[in-house]
């Protein structure tokens, strides 16, 4: 049985490898010059494999394809790919989060253990796939280097975000030949853009807070670290919230600098700040509450006046600093382009996609594995356990027919 797999990501080696060690003929193509390309950069260079959570919580985190990928996710756990790794000789540790990173904290590592697994596989690297037909024999697939036919076809090519590690979006196009429909890209895990100018604040990170956001009805937050950007805003927090609001129309984003805090203890904070420096410029006590460098911006919110007196701040005043130190408006001013997402959100639709095997409804012997797929989750491991998942799945399923 000759398999040709498009693309040398995560989905794909972990494919290939699970097909070849069940004597199958497998080929992967890459128009890359080397495997795993795109993993190589993931986690910042460190490669956050998975997320050791129950399956229950790991669901919770998928925001696109929740129960499309539950039977995937009940084939290969987490654990499943801890143990995987494990017995490849990777040794991994677990950080904060539930997050499973390689020992060495090196993205290198995984891929080489990925490598061995598909020992005996073949590799055409620096072979972009240009045209595939599917013919009585099966499916032709062009690339520089010739042709050749194959009898089943699996397109593991992932997303649109980083094109220069080779996500050029062509497994798109692909599934569009074959008369899939593909949902409207849009980017994922990517900064927020802010319509005012924050350019002062760039790399002022805030921690402790809450984002919140009110879209289409809707609302959502998140409690952790951001920071801002030249033109926005980004950091874990944000990063998740843009997943959410990534296909809204109309959101409104603020933010509770003091989470811990009820509008009431805050309160009687200011007030017991205000009776001891009564003599003092406001910009003293919220200096106090606040980095230094958030001040001015949150001082023009306010329309306060930094040089005014405490004693001569109205209870309206203060009311409204705590008003705004529990919701901090910020302008949202759309998302920043699909380049800078971690991954993208949309692709081959779930409707025409068989949830256990991973096959086309449409196109027999067609499989779609990975970010290609409309399915995405938060960061934290969730991404990476999805590709090799939806990988184990399809070489389970295609084992047995």
């Known amino acids: ?7 040398a990501g995560a989905s794909g080696l972990m494919l290939g490898g699970l097909l070849k060690e069940k004597g199958f003929d497998i080929t992967i193509f890459d128009g890359n010059e080397k495997a795993g390309k795109k993993l190589y950069i993931t986690g910042k260079g460190r490669c956050n494999i998975t997320n050791l959570c129950d399956t229950d919580e790991f669901l919770k ?24 790794f494990e ?3 990777l040794k991994t540790k677990v950080e904060r989060g539930n997050r499973v990173f390689p020992m060495s904290d090196k993205s290198s590592d995984v891929i080489k253990a990925l490598i061995k697994h598909c020992y005996g596989v073949k590799f055409l690297f620096n072979s972009k796939v240009t045209k595939i037909s599917k013919t009585e024999k099966g499916f032709e697939i062009k690339c520089q280097g010739g042709s050749e036919v194959f009898d089943k076809l699996v397109i593991a090519t992932g997303g649109k975000s980083y094109s220069a590690t080779g996500s050029d979006g062509s497994g798109y196009s692909f599934a569009e030949s074959f008369g899939h429909k593909i949902i409207p890209l849009v980017p994922a895990l990517c900064p927020i853009k802010l319509k005012e100018n924050v350019r002062d604040l760039e790399g002022v990170s805030l921690k402790n807070v809450t984002i919140k956001a009110e879209f289409d009805g809707k609302k959502k937050e998140f409690f952790g670290e951001m920071l801002f950007t030249s033109f926005g805003i980004s950091g874990p927090i944000v990063l998740s919230l843009s997943s959410y609001i990534n296909r809204a129309k109309n959101v409104k984003i603020s933010l509770d600098l003091k989470k811990a805090l009820s509008y009431e203890q805050l309160e009687k904070r200011l007030l017991r700040d205000f009776d001891e420096n009564k003599n003092k410029n406001i910009s003293y006590i919220l200096k106090g509450l606040m ?5 001015t911006f949150f001082a ?3 329309r306060l006046d930094l040089e005014k007196k405490v004693h001569d701040i109205l209870k309206e005043e203060r009311k409204n ?3 705004k130190l529990k919701n901090l408006p910020l302008e949202f001013g759309g998302l920043y382009d699909i380049e800078a997402g971690i991954i993208t959100s949309g692709g081959v639709s779930l409707e025409e996609i068989n949830p256990k095997t991973l096959e086309s409804k449409l196109v027999k012997n067609l499989y779609f594995v990975g970010e290609i797929l409309d399915i995405d989750a938060l960061t934290g491991g969730f ?12 070489a389970k399923n295609m084992v047995k027919s």
């Open 1 to 7: 049985m000759k398999v040709a797999i498009i693309g």
């Open 321 to 323: 600093i705590v008003e």
């Open 291 to 295: 980095p230094n460098s958030l001040v």
């Open 61 to 84: 985190n998928v925001v696109r394809g929740e129960k499309f990928f539950r039977s995937a996710i009940y084939s290969f756990s987490p654990q499943d790919t801890v143990d995987f």
């Open 300 to 302: 023009k919110k306010c």
């Open 383 to 394: 991404n990476l356990q999805i590709a090799f998942a939806t990988a184990f799945s399809c």
């Open 87 to 89: 017995n490849l000789g």
